[in-house]
């Protein structure tokens, strides 16, 4: 979209506002408000300064000055907001050099893609993330010095069958592990789900599918369009504003958490990815398994490989690894398959289609940044087709239901964030290449995580240590 097209869009939508919309470096959407006359007379032209110091992972004090800059392809009608609005993406750079700003996550996503087509492998890189979510009618938590504690409540959890409400208990809900996918009245979230269809769809994404997800108490997945890898990942932040707005509205709360209920399944965003050059699919060869290409196994190769390190991107939440458990689809076995969907990378059954043929990544969640974690995917992958890196054979069993001895032989992901950050700090070269990552944001991740997430929490107690400890 050019400066005609947006400013035609603004005027025909009689738009007053533009809201402006960046990422912060832990992969959370800041926005500010402009009135659209601003942008139309000067933020096009010249950016948008603003202080970077107050941004998490971003600058210091005595260096804050950055400036935003509009992407016009993002841009959308804000269906929430009473006057109207445009929400559109910003990106970051230095306003002294106007270069691109190495701690911006959408930058990150931008070098990575000129990256992979510098290496003349490819010219373009797909991805298609599959975020899941919970909805719940109440949710309270609170940590202090003599307090801690979470509650989750939900009229569709199975936990309430036996509760005595005012209007009666229809008993109809869905059972731990048993909301894929029954009608209504046993899935209550039919209405809602429609609801946010069709907010997507306003908001321009081709929506494929949606429906009631494993866990009980709301769990759901919308399915939509692929797109190359930094518009998969503005997507995905409008995909998560658009899901938690909408049941706002209706008197609910999403929550993209990992990890939010004990013993049900967790939301993971399964990744599915793909290599093109010049229109054509890099990733299909029929005859070989899973009708891979030599470039698709070799990708695969290098997720594998650099996986462990991945993994401080694709899971960087302490909460992420109380979903990566056997027994609840997560996988944690660094193998792939065709179908099996205990292997960390399923090839999905595409028939006969060349261009439909890509791998899935299973381990990623969806509390993730995605501009990194899809460029950590991406680089990883690259890596693996440049150094022809074989994966492991591949394992077409129940993974869960295999021997402990032959479990033995096979690597697995890293039971804690802390641990995926120490592989990080030995394995991080493949994700400088092209300059798309560097030392300094790696650093700056590893330090912001152990600081402000696992510090954080090991000097807190739990209410599972009072359950255990508490009579010693």
Known sequence: MDKKKIVDLIEKNNIRFINVRFIDLPGVQQHLNIPSKMFLDSVIADGLAFDGSSIKGFQTINESDLKLVPDFDT????????EPTLAMSFSVVDPITNNAYEKDPRQVAFKTEEYIRSTGIADQIFFAPEAEFYIFDD??????????????????????????????NSGHRPKIKGGYFPVPPVDQTAEIRDEIVANLQN?????????HEVGTAGQQEVNYKFSTLTRAADDLMTF???????????????????????????????????????????????GKYGDLSDIARWYIGGIIKHAPS?????????NSYRRLVPGFEAPTYLVYSARNRSAAIRIPI????????????????????????????????????????EPPKPVDGNLYAMSEKALSKIKTVPDSLEKSL???????????????????????????????EIDYLKVRPTPGEFELYFDI
């Open 310 to 318: 991945i993994l401080a991107f694709t899971n960087p939440t302490t």
């Open 75 to 82: 841009a959308y009608i804000d269906p929430f907001k009473k």
């Open 203 to 211: 908001a321009g994404f081709e929506v494929e599918r949606s429906h």
């Open 240 to 286: 998560k504003y658009i899901v938690k707005n909408t049941c706002f509205e209706n008197g609910q709360t999403a929550t993209f958490l990992p990890k939010p209920l004990f013993d049900d399944n967790g939301s993971g965003m399964h990744c599915h990815q793909s290599l093109w050059k010049k229109g054509k699919p890099l990733f299909f060869e029929s």
């Open 350 to 389: 595409t028939g006969s289609s060349p261009a439909a043929k890509r791998i899935e990544f299973r381990i990623p969640d969806p509390s993730s940044n995605p501009y990194l974690a899809f460029s950590a995917q991406a680089l990883a992958g690259i890596d693996g087709v440049i150094n022809k890196i």
């Open 139 to 168: 949710v309270r938590f609170n940590t202090s010095i003599n307090e801690g504690y979470y509650s989750i409540d939900s009229t569709e959890g199975a936990w309430n069958t036996g509760t005595n409400y005012a209007d009666g």
């Open 422 to 452: 120490d592989a990080l700090k030995k394995d991080y070269k493949f994700l400088l290449a092209g300059g798309c990552f560097t030392e300094d944001l790696i650093q700056t991740w590893i330090d912001y995580k152990q600081h402000n």
